[in-house]
T-cell receptor, first 118, second 113 residues
Framework: GAVVSQHPSWVICKSGTSVKIECRSLDFQATTMFWYRQFPKQSLMLMATSNEGSKATYEQGVEKDKFLINHASLTLSTLTVTSAHPEDSSFYIC??????????????FGNGTRLTVT | AQTVTQSQPEMSVQEAETVTLSCTYDTSESDYYLFWYKQPPSRQMILVIRQEAYKQQNATENRFSVNFQKAAKSFSLKISDSQLGDAAMYFCAYRSNTGKLIFGQGTTLQVKP
């Protein structure tokens, strides 16, 4: 079945540094990937839609200069949290849909990245 | 904009019993998809069941079934013969034509032995 790999699974960084999270579709192509953030015991909030070969589309309230998204190929999207602060500590999840399947195919999710900013 | 509402933050069910999780949504679109996802403590998102809005027949996957009421914009999940492994957080989700998923607030399901 379709697999989305997300790396790293967890990361601890110091305040002010930047962290890059990778999302790869392992056995399918995805022109579009989605990045979500989830705080403990809360829902997944869509941050942005990552589009291969073009600029990402950010949801209202999400700072595009702070959360840089790059989707350079049909199988890889990256999210960089720049100048991280403790309030950026959260669980980040990416997802993608298999282009080669029917329109009703579900999104496939990565295992998530737990970011802790100290 | 589309919204998804889950009004039950927590639910509890006895093992082997049946439980229903509620979900309502709001949209002006006529063609869309609805999903239920399960998120265990590992936080992996697991697809439970999906429903195409154009289909009147309610989707069923083994012990999981939905009650889809399009006019009422309601999409509840019924879990029959509940098992300990069903304990998790459950999210109702709406997918628009743009492909992005919008999630409800989630319902934490506890299964008592």
């Amino acid at each position: 079945g379709a697999v989305v790999s997300q790396h790293p699974s967890w990361v601890i960084c110091k305040s002010g540094t930047s962290v890059k999270i990778e999302c790869r579709s392992l056995d399918f192509q995805a022109t579009t990937m989605f990045w979500y953030r989830q705080f403990p015991k809360q829902s997944l909030m869509l941050m942005a839609t990552s589009n291969e070969g073009s600029k990402a589309t950010y949801e209202q309230g999400v700072e595009k200069d702070k959360f840089l998204i790059n989707h350079a190929s049909l199988t890889l999207s990256t999210l960089t949290v720049t100048s991280a602060h403790p309030e950026d500590s959260s669980f980040y999840i990416c997802s993608a849909r298999d282009l080669g399947r029917m329109n009703n195919s579900p999104l496939h999710f990565g295992n998530g990245t737990r970011l802790t900013v100290t | 904009a589309q919204t998804v509402t889950q009004s039950q933050p927590e639910m509890s069910v006895q093992e082997a019993e049946t439980v229903t999780l509620s979900c309502t949504y709001d949209t002006s679109e006529s063609d869309y998809y609805l999903f239920w996802y399960k998120q265990p403590p590992s936080r992996q998102m697991i697809l439970v069941i999906r429903q195409e809005a154009y289909k009147q027949q309610n989707a069923t996957e083994n012990r999981f079934s939905v009650n889809f009421q399009k006019a009422a914009k309601s999409f509840s999940l019924k879990i029959s013969d509940s098992q300990l492994g069903d304990a998790a957080m459950y999210f109702c989700a709406y997918r628009s034509n743009t492909g992005k998923l919008i999630f409800g607030q989630g319902t934490t399901l506890q299964v008592k032995p």
